[in-house]
Antibody, heavy 125, light 108 residues
Framework: EVQLVQSGAEVKKPGESLRISCKGSRYSFTSYWISWVRQMPGKGLEWMGRIDPSDSSVSYSPSFQGHVIISGDKSTSTAYLQWSSLKASDTAMYYC??????????????????WGQGTLVTVSS | DIQMTQSPSSLSASVGDRVTITCRASQSISNYLNWYQQKPGKAPKLLIYAASSLQIGVPSRFSGSGSGTDFTLTISSLQPEDFATYYCQQSYSRLSITFGQGTRLEIK
């Protein structure tokens, strides 16, 4: 079965940098976009942005543009989310998710069909 | 961005009840609407895609309907394992995906 396996929980101090990962397996990694989704403690889901692993093109939600960088390495089937200077407000669970893009009946459809297990990032002094 | 508004924000119901959750988009999104279930400490799980298509492996008591701006998720007969938080999500624009704020379904 398709798997997205994320890196482990992180505890960081404000101002530190961080990169977390999401490794895909048992499917063609370059055939599906990967998105990152934030969930702050006790809150809802927020789409942060996405990468097309086939060409490493990225796009971001306006809320996250300039605050994080999404990248990928198709040779290792891995997507990354990184921060150059963490803030306490970055404390959250971060999920990667695969975006299925295809046809559902006669119409196109796009949905997150597989998710990683989540990476908890805690930023505290 | 397209805004997604779910109602209610929380809901108390009993095992065996029929439950409906609604989701409204700020503009027409055709049928580019998906529903997810999230249990505490777990990743979201896809239930319904393209507004009304049941994801493989999801029980048939879950159903979705709607198009344009108004959508519903219905659980025909609540089971104990259905108590969770439910999110709608629009994919009308793959480059600007948004979720509803969530509906927490609790045991009465």
């Amino acid at each position: 079965e398709v798997q997205l396996v994320q890196s482990g929980a992180e505890v960081k101090k404000p101002g530190e940098s961080l990169r977390i990962s999401c490794k895909g397996s048992r499917y063609s990694f370059t055939s599906y976009w990967i998105s990152w989704v934030r969930q702050m403690p006790g809150k809802g889901l927020e789409w942060m942005g996405r990468i097309d692993p086939s060409d490493s093109s990225v796009s971001y939600s306006p809320s996250f543009q300039g605050h994080v960088i999404i990248s990928g390495d198709k040779s290792t089937s891995t997507a990354y989310l990184q921060w150059s200077s963490l803030k306490a407000s970055d404390t959250a669970m971060y999920y990667c998710a695969r975006l299925f893009s295809g046809y559902c009946g006669s119409n196109s459809c796009y949905q997150f069909d597989y998710w990683g297990q989540g990476t908890l990032v805690t930023v505290s002094s | 961005d397209i805004q997604m508004t779910q109602s209610p924000s929380s809901l108390s119901a009993s095992v065996g009840d029929r439950v409906t959750i609604t989701c409204r988009a700020s503009q027409s999104i055709s049928n580019y609407l998906n529903w997810y279930q999230q249990k505490p400490g777990k990743a979201p799980k896809l239930l319904i895609y393209a507004a009304s298509s049941l994801q493989i492996g999801v029980p048939s008591r879950f159903s979705g309907s709607g198009s344009g701006t108004d959508f519903t998720l219905t659980i025909s007969s609540l089971q104990p394992e259905d108590f969770a938080t439910y999110y709608c999500q629009q994919s009308y624009s793959r480059l600007s995906i948004t979720f509803g704020q969530g509906t927490r379904l609790e045991i009465k």
